[in-house]
């Protein structure tokens, strides 16, 4: 019996390592990818942006980079307990995809409305990142409802970042 109990907690201890690795991982990787896009956004900032219109509902600069630090730590989060499920199960290999076209809009977003100064392309980009990320919650919540809760302040900021967006379009 105590050789079960053994057995029993050294495989959850597996489990509960692997999901942690999984998670810190996942975020360690938005992360950086949220750097990267990131680095393309502030050079543009302080002189292109900064002599856009802009509609009236727009946060200080200074606030996006919190909020994204804080968002991208929520997806890795999510995504990484997704991921602890194991890539093996067709579910969790659909939700991992979606995730990652969702995060490649994301960071091509970034690259387009500030690397490019293409304000419609960032909107016809930032339309199909909601669509996506919706695809990603849906999924996510088949496999785990938590994961699927974490996505929940990053599709409301993408709901007003789309606002900008198009408000940013309509005043230039």
């Not at 929520?74 to 997704?82: E, Q, T």
């Not at 849906?138 to 974490?150: D, E, P, Q």
Request: glycine share 8%.
């Amino acid at each position: 019996m105590e050789f079960c109990t053994l057995v029993i907690d050294s495989v959850f201890m597996k489990t509960k390592f692997q999901k942690s690795f999984a998670i810190i991982l996942s975020i360690i990787i938005c992360l950086a990818i949220g750097g990267i896009a990131g680095s393309v956004t502030q050079s543009a900032i302080s002189v292109w942006y900064s002599g856009l219109e802009k509609p009236f509902f727009t946060p200080p600069n200074w606030l996006f980079g919190p909020v994204w630090t804080l968002l991208y730590i929520l997806m890795g989060w999510s995504v990484g307990w997704i991921w602890s499920f194991g890539s093996h199960h067709k579910w969790v290999k659909t939700a991992l995809f979606h995730f990652g076209a969702q995060l490649l809009l994301n960071a091509m977003w970034s690259l387009v409305f500030f690397g490019l100064k293409n304000i419609l392309g960032g909107l016809i980009i930032i339309l199909a990142l909601l669509v996506l990320v919706l695809l990603t919650i849906k999924w996510f919540r088949v496999i785990n409802k938590k994961a699927a809760y974490l996505l929940y302040p990053y599709f409301c900021w993408l709901l007003y970042a789309t606002a900008l967006n198009m408000g940013v379009y309509v005043l230039n």
